[in-house]
């Protein structure tokens, strides 16, 4: 079993710094098939990811705790909490993306939940990693935008996504996430991620509407950090084989 690793948020800067792409398999425990489990462990394993994201933005089920013991216990890469709510918060992973929704003006997912959130991760020994929130249009509505009940900001707008990425890095955010939504009919446009990337100092993270290795390439060379690939790799386990 590995030890806990610490300062997540240090070694994504130091590879931001050194121009080290990093890829994040982000696993929905709804979506779980237990039964699958080891095999689905196993690609992993296999996969170039660097970090595996645990989360979504329902999670009814209640294996998310035994899932984050199964990656511990089984994968070497660094389980990061990717949480919908207060609910989903487990112990014993090693870092919590600390999520405020800045695309919308649902309070809740602005300043409520992180409130609700604070007095049980102040209880835990998880990394805490404030992260802008920014989803984007997609061309449907994604389950992101269905449970927070936020208006994505327009793919058009490149000037509104960027004052939303400059305000996050200026109210003290220390990664912004670029997200088009699980199961996106198309990604965050690459003119975007650009624009933001050349105009903020922080790390940027991209997820949502990326179906093929090619996409990740083109989301790198936009000014992508951290790709996040999730229903994808849901979908064909054998997404990373040539």
């Known amino acids: 079993m590995q030890q806990k690793l610490l300062n997540i948020h240090q070694q ?11 890829l ?16 689905l462990l196993q690609k992993i394993n296999q996969s170039p990811a660097t970090h595996i994201f645990v989360g ?5 089920s209640t294996i998310l705790e035994d899932l984050i013991a199964q990656l511990k216990q089984n994968t070497n890469l660094p389980v990061v909490i990717f949480p919908g709510n207060p609910s989903q ?6 870092a919590i993306l600390f999520l405020s929704l ?6 809740d997912y602005l ?25 984007i249009e997609s061309g449907n509505e994604t389950a992101v935008a269905r449970v927070s009940k936020t208006k994505p900001l327009s793919r058009e707008d490149l000037d509104l996504a960027l004052a939303t990425a400059q ?18 009919k198309n990604a965050v446009p690459l003119e975007m991620i650009q624009l933001i990337a050349q105009n903020i100092n922080i790390p940027v993270i991209v997820g949502g509407g990326i179906v093929d290795l090619h996409g990740i390439q083109k989301a790198y060379n936009a000014g ?3 790709v996040v690939i999730g229903t994808a790799f849901e979908n064909d386990n054998h997404f990373f084989e040539l």
């Not at 979504?56 to 009814?60: A, D, K, L, M, P």
């Not at 800045?102 to 309070?107: C, I, K, T, Y």
């Not at 991760?121 to 802008?132: A, P, Q, R």
């Open 89 to 94: 918060i487990s112990p014993d992973a090693d």
């Open 224 to 226: 992508a950090d951290l």
């Open 24 to 39: 994040a398999i982000l696993l929905d425990p709804d979506k779980i098939v237990w039964e699958n489990l080891d095999h």
């Open 12 to 22: 994504i800067l130091k590879a931001k710094k050194e121009g080290q792409k990093l």
């Open 167 to 184: 305000a996050g890095e200026m109210l003290g955010n220390k990664l912004i996430y670029l997200e088009a939504g699980s199961g996106a």
């Open 111 to 135: 300043i409520e939940y992180q409130v609700q959130a604070a007095p049980i991760l102040k209880k835990t020994n998880l990394e805490v990693i404030s992260t802008g929130y920014i989803l």
């Open 56 to 60: 979504g933005s329902i999670v009814e």
């Open 102 to 107: 800045l695309s919308g003006r649902n309070p």
